[in-house]
């Protein structure tokens, strides 16, 4: 199965399930392709292509299993069962070897891993400084999709962390992806 296929599949999956529960806003299921798609893909302009991702609540797969579509090695986490079996689901039907599902909490998941080549993505999960929170103990990156409130979520998180941050315009909509690298 070729990328295009595994995308197509995706969204015939994620149609099939919304309509069993919510795992995007019903308005843009008429736009899967640009509005979950294309914005999860852009950041693969961006990563480095030799680390393991750990996608924190990861809910409908955005931004993980798209990345795993294309090549990365991704770890979804996801607290809700129902959300992570539609992940499970995803990841046998488009045979994605390379993607792991963590059904259980974030902070749980954080715990237990090493600081071996991980950056972090998000997607629509936290506030940037409960990102943060979560992810402070550990020597990585984080390459997350923020919304256009990004500048106010910078000045709360920095009241409570030191960190150099690139912000890049979103090409599919009014947000940004933020790049942070934290000094521990």
């Not at 995007?24 to 961006?46: C, G, K, M, W, Y």
């Not at 974030?106 to 999960?125: G, L, Q």
Request: include cysteine; aromatic fraction near 8%; glycine fraction near 6%.
């Amino acid at each position: 199965m070729n990328n295009k296929d595994k995308f197509d599949k995706y969204k015939q999956l994620l149609i099939e399930w919304s309509a069993k529960m919510n795992l995007v806003a019903p308005s843009t299921l008429n736009d899967i392709e640009t509005r979950h798609f294309a914005d999860s893909a852009q950041l693969a302009d961006v990563l480095p292509t030799d680390v393991n991702i750990v996608d924190l609540g990861s809910g409908a797969g955005f931004p993980g299993i798209v990345l795993a579509i294309l090549g990365w090695n991704v770890t979804c986490i996801e607290s809700i069962g129902k959300k992570a079996l539609f992940l499970n689901t995803v990841k046998k039907e488009l045979k994605l070897p390379n993607l792991t599902i963590f059904n259980g909490r974030v902070e749980d998941y954080i715990k237990t891993m090493s600081d071996d080549n991980i950056v972090f993505t998000a997607r629509a999960f936290a506030p940037l400084i409960k990102i943060l929170d979560y992810t402070h103990s550990k020597n990585s990156r984080l390459f997350l999709l923020k919304g256009r409130q990004i500048e106010s979520e910078i000045d709360t998180a920095k009241t409570k962390y030191k960190f150099k941050h690139t912000l890049i315009p979103s090409k599919t909509g009014d947000g940004y992806i933020i790049i942070i690298q934290k000094d521990r």
